[in-house]
C-alpha cells in the first residue's frame, strides 16, 4: 500500500539555517500534500504538489517532487523558532475518495 | 477564510459509553474524511464520504463507527461503545473535489477510560 515516509525522524538545527526533510512513498499518486502540526495540535496545510509538478514554491517553503523516484523534500529557509513543529507529508491515491496516507513526520526543533 | 470545524474540542468518556464527534465542513465542500492519531503516532485514515454515504472505510472503522451528515452541514463521527484503544486525536478534513487540498479541522482529542 502507498505509504508517505520522512527522514529525518527529528531534526535540530539553529534559527536562520535552512531545515530539509525527505518523504518517500510507494505507489502512484495524483499529489503531494505537506502539513504541520504544533504539539498536540491541529493539521495546517502547507503546500500541495502534483504529480505532474516538479518543484513548487511559498513564501520561504520549497517543495520537490521527483516520480521516478518516488519523492519529495521540504525546505525551509531562513528558519524561526515559530517552525518548531512536527512535519508530516501525505499522499493520495489515483482513485476513489483519495484518502490521504501520512508518514510519521519529521520533529523540527529551531534553537534560538 | 473558511474552516474546518470541529466540536468538542476535548472529551472525555467511560469505556462503553457512546460518544459523537462533530463536524462542519467547508461549506462548498463535497468530499468529507475522519482520521484519527493515536498520541505520537501518524495520522491514520478512518473513512471517507461522498454523496450522503461512504465512499470507503479503512479496517480501523469497524462496526462500532458510523458517520453521518445529518442536516446538510453537520457531519458526525459516532463510537457506538468505545475502547480504551479509541482514545485518540479525531480529525475531520474535507475538500472540494478529490485532487485538490484536504484541510483538516482543529481535533477532538478523545479519552476514554
Known amino acids: 500500500s502507498q505509504q508517505g515516509e520522512e527522514d529525518p525522524q527529528a531534526l535540530s538545527i539553529q534559527e536562520g539555517e535552512n531545515a530539509t526533510m525527505n518523504c518517500s512513498y510507494k505507489?502512484?499518486?495524483?499529489?503531494l500534500q505537506w502539513y504541520r502540526q504544533n504539539s498536540g495540535r491541529g493539521l495546517v496545510h502547507l503546500i500541495l504538489?502534483?504529480?505532474?509538478?516538479r518543484e513548487k514554491h511559498s513564501g520561504r517553503l520549497r517543495v520537490t517532487l521527483d516520480t521516478s523516484k518516488k519523492s519529495s523534500s521540504l525546505l525551509i529557509t531562513a528558519s524561526r523558532a515559530a517552525d518548531t513543529a512536527s512535519y508530516f507529508c501525505?499522499?493520495?491515491?489515483?482513485?476513489?475518495?483519495?484518502?490521504?496516507?501520512f508518514g510519521q513526520g519529521t520533529r523540527l526543533t529551531i534553537n534560538p | 477564510e473558511p474552516e474546518v470545524t470541529q466540536t468538542p474540542s476535548h472529551q472525555v468518556t467511560q469505556m462503553g459509553q457512546e460518544v459523537i464527534l462533530r463536524c462542519v465542513p467547508i461549506s462548498n465542500h463535497l468530499y468529507f474524511y475522519w482520521y484519527r492519531q493515536i498520541l505520537g503516532q501518524k495520522v491514520e485514515f478512518l473513512v471517507s464520504?461522498?454523496?450522503?454515504?461512504?465512499?470507503?472505510k479503512s479496517e480501523i472503522f469497524d462496526d462500532q463507527f458510523s458517520v453521518e451528515r445529518p442536516d446538510g452541514s453537520n457531519f458526525t463521527l459516532k463510537i457506538r461503545s468505545t475502547k480504551l484503544e479509541d482514545s485518540a486525536m479525531y480529525f475531520c478534513a474535507s475538500v472540494v473535489a478529490v485532487t485538490e487540498t484536504q484541510y483538516f479541522g482543529p481535533g477532538t482529542r478523545l479519552l476514554v477510560l
Open positions: 504538489i502534483r504529480s505532474n509538478e
Open positions: 501525505a499522499t493520495d491515491g489515483i482513485q476513489g475518495a483519495q484518502k490521504l496516507v
Open positions: 464520504f461522498y454523496n450522503n454515504e461512504i465512499s470507503e
Open positions: 505507489t502512484s499518486i495524483n499529489n
